[in-house]
């Protein structure tokens, strides 16, 4: 009988222990995901609205890109003549330098939708959307 309440209490205080070591392995994980998630939002960024010729636009920003930039050059884009009609994948004149810029959707030969980014589509270092 002593020696199944020893062995008892031996398995009780081993499981004890691997389920403390599981809590605080999932616990570093979990801080670590947050201080991630943080990090990488702090450089991306949902901006205000803004109007022009009764549409609004709400334009987005990852990277080093800052609202008040993307906001102008939005609105430089959307004074250009883009040549494509409805949902496109075209050029848009008078994109900013060393970013690659396409209207998705093109209305009345304006970008009324738009993405701009440098590195590549999948791996954008910068960029803005609108």
């Known amino acids: 009988m002593e020696r199944t309440q020893d062995l008892l209490r031996t398995t009780v205080s081993r499981n004890v222990r691997m389920s403390a070591s599981v809590l605080c392995a999932v616990a570093v994980a979990a801080l670590a995901a947050t ?77 009324r939708d738009g993405i701009c980014y440098t590195g590549t589509l999948a791996y954008p270092n910068n960029g803005f959307t609108w």
């Open 35 to 111: 201080a991630t998630a943080e990090a990488a939002s702090s450089a991306n960024q949902i901006c205000s609205t803004f109007t022009k010729s009764g549409v609004k636009y709400k334009g987005e920003v990852i990277g080093n890109v800052t609202c008040t930039k993307a906001k102008a050059w939005i609105l430089n884009m959307l004074a250009a003549h883009v040549g494509g009609r409805s949902y496109v994948h075209e050029k848009i004149p008078g994109s900013p330098k060393g970013f690659h810029c396409y209207a998705t959707f093109v209305q009345r030969h304006q970008a």
